[in-house]
């Protein structure tokens, strides 16, 4: 049995207390909260929780558990995970994994050091159509893939620790990074505070990442629909992914652009034709699942030593120096900006030479 403490039972953390009480192998021991209204709410709802507390410093370092869940804001994620890693805890961290890419290393480090397994939050690792999507591309069925473009709005949940950008493109990151193998280059963005004017409610990056692929986020929750889709661009097929159809959330479209090339009779538009091709549309069939189970249930094989993290710290690394670069070059007039892999110093110059 691993036990377990949860920290933070707000908007997001009940959803994971309720998977690590009902997953035979874990155990919850403690769930903790600052605000003593959300621990009431809790034990009203999950009555087999051990024990509550106030005190997330003491329920971090608690020798009766194996491993901390983490679904606290961001800005405290750095202090709680080092102290459980610090305690040889396990820990999985809601995205993004903190405020920082160099307290991300730092983390990263640590867990290597104490021999524990950090994992983040990044839940679309876990979803059937996003997993459907990237063993489309994987097999070759799109061709080669020109650019991805993502939409990620709502009018709320609206954040004020960090901008839109952070709390909605992490999960976009998450996913380009996991259907190219890959992260990116180098980013341009803008973004705009109309609420609050401290952090950005609107936020659109195009993110360049190996082989010329364009990556481009529209995050917002100042919006009035929900939309979470994602258009993938190939060679011979496109796909949109469209997380908010629960019962067809992959679309294949089979279509394309040809360039036909004609002799060269003159510096005139004869000289080559565009031929689209309009195909089928097809719905492959898309298994159902809770995600967050599913995450929960990889992080469970992890520390059974039966998988090795998909969502680790280092992928969660990855996310946060895109976002750092995305608000530099917001900061900066939209300047393109490199995204630089510190966990792996010579990346980037992998990542142009096979660019360029
Ligand atoms: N994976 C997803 O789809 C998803 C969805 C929503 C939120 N999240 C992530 O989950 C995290 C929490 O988001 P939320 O929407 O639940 O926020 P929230 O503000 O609704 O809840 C956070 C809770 O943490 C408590 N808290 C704050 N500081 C604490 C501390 N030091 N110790 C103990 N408790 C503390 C607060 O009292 C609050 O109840 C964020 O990192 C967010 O990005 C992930």
């Known amino acids: 049995m691993i036990r377990v403490n949860c920290i933070g039972v707000g908007h997001w953390g009940p959803n994971l207390v309720r998977n690590f009480v009902t997953a035979p192998e874990t155990e919850v021991r403690t769930v903790c909260d600052l605000r003593e209204e959300r621990l009431r709410l809790i034990e009203a709802r999950i009555p087999s929780i051990h024990k509550t507390s106030t005190d997330p410093d003491a329920t971090v370092v608690d020798p009766e558990a194996d491993a901390i869940v983490i679904a ?3 800005a405290t994620h750095y202090e709680l995970t080092k102290k459980a890693l610090e305690a040889g805890k396990h820990v999985l961290v809601e995205k ?7 307290k991300g290393v730092e983390l990263v480090e640590l867990a290597e050091q104490v021999g524990k397994h950090l994992c983040v939050g990044h839940i679309f690792l876990f979803n059937n159509g996003v997993r459907g999507v990237r063993n489309l591309i994987r097999s070759g069925e799109l061709g080669r893939l020109r650019y991805l473009f993502s939409t990620r709005t709502n009018l709320g949940p609206f954040r004020t620790d960090v901008n839109a950008l952070w709390d909605l493109a992490a999960h976009d990151l998450s996913i380009f990074n996991y259907w190219l193998d ?3 280059i180098a980013v341009t963005a803008r ?3 109309y609420l609050n004017g401290e952090v950005e409610d609107v936020v659109v990056a195009s993110y360049t990442y190996p082989n010329g692929v364009l990556a481009h986020v529209h995050a917002s929750w100042l919006n009035p629909r929900k939309v979470r ?3 993938v661009v190939g060679e011979q097929k496109m796909v949109v992914w469209n997380d908010m159809d629960l019962n067809e959330p992959v679309r294949v479209y089979h279509k394309s652009v040809d360039i036909e090339r004609e002799p060269v ?3 005139s538009f004869g000289e080559f034709r565009m031929l689209i091709r309009n195909g089928d549309v097809v719905i492959p069939h898309i298994g159902g699942g809770e995600p967050l189970a599913a995450e929960c249930r990889h992080f469970i094989d992890c520390v059974l030593g039966r998988s090795e993290p998909i969502i680790s710290g280092r992928e969660g690394v990855k996310v946060l120096l895109a976002l750092e670069a995305a608000d530099r070059s917001i900061r900066e007039n ?5 995204v630089f892999d510190r966990l792996k110093p010579n990346v980037l110059e992998e990542a142009t030479i096979s660019a360029t």
């Open 72 to 74: 606290t804001p961001v």
């Open 191 to 193: 973004g705009a505070a």
């Open 229 to 231: 889709e994602i258009t």
């Open 182 to 184: 890959s992260s990116p």
């Open 96 to 102: 993004p994994l903190c405020e920082s890419a160099a």
């Open 265 to 267: 009779y003159s510096d």
């Open 334 to 338: 939209s300047v393109v900006v490199p």
